[in-house]
């Protein structure tokens, strides 16, 4: 029964290692190995155990293999990284192509990574976070306030915390997003505006019928067509009032 290691095990691939037996091989150990011998499909690598590993003609290199001889001779020093171990079937598959330090598996919804910047665009910033491709955080995604250019905010070579918000291995996409690790700063709720001192005092006093008639007759010859502010709307309104009162009262004389 094929058994693939679980990605939380996963080792260093910066060291060499020198496992003593098949049972201590982890999922992206590197290993030093000499080419045993060649075939069709791949070759048999010695890495100083019992069981020789398989190195596949797909995992030969990063291009395209026509045969294996192109790239490997017997006796050639080659360095790997462990793909699979089949401990029940003594099986080992390698790979000569380095693996990535993230995998699309590992690229759930939520989880954080720290990445470098490598390049922006007017849309958003590009982060390498170890993965078989750059991560995208869109211009909308870098923070809660107003991004204009994502120059604003990174610049190519800046380390910076991201989390996934999403993925797709079909599309070859990883969005990522920084504003997700920064706590929403609060809205500063709006004052409440009053009415101002005028107003105020204008409303406490009842107004007599004689004001009322003036404040009547005011609206219908009124100007300024709302295009005065509301003060200077007052301001005029108590100066017709005061000429309206001054007129009765020298009629009452």
């Known amino acids: 029964m094929s058994e693939e290691i679980n990605d939380s095990t996963v080792a260093e691939t910066e060291e060499v290692s020198r496992p003593g037996s098949i049972a201590e091989l982890k999922r992206k150990m590197k290993l030093k190995g000499t ?8 070759a048999f690598i010695n890495v100083g155990l019992e069981t020789m590993a398989l190195v596949h003609i797909s ?14 001779s017997v006796g050639d020093e080659v360095e790997v990284w462990v793909d699979k171990v ?42 390498d976070i170890g993965a078989e491709r750059e991560g995208l955080v869109h211009i909308s995604e870098l923070s809660h306030d107003y991004v204009k250019h994502p120059s604003e905010v990174v610049n190519v070579g800046d380390e910076v915390d991201v989390q996934v918000i999403g993925s797709s291995r079909r599309k070859r996409r990883i969005d990522l997003s920084m504003k997700a690790l920064v706590e929403k700063p609060q809205a500063i709720p709006a004052v409440a505006s009053g009415q101002d001192d005028e107003e105020l005092e204008e409303q406490d006093e009842m107004p007599t019928a004689m004001e009322i008639a003036m404040r ?10 709302g295009k005065a502010t509301k003060k200077e709307r007052q301001r005029r309104q108590k100066g017709r009032q005061e000429d309206i009162l001054s007129r009765t009262l020298k009629m009452r004389e």
């Open 86 to 127: 089949d401990t029940e079937q003594n099986q080992i598959m390698v790979s000569m192509v380095e693996p990535v330090a993230v995998e699309w598996n590992d690229l759930k919804e939520g989880r954080t990574f720290t990445g470098k910047v490598t390049r922006l665009e007017t849309f958003g910033a590009f982060i």
């Open 35 to 42: 080419v045993d011998r060649l075939e069709l499909y791949g």
């Open 59 to 72: 995992r030969l290199g990063d291009g395209h293999v026509n045969r294996v001889s192109d790239v490997l």
């Open 216 to 225: 009547r007759a005011m609206s219908k010859d009124s100007d300024d067509n």
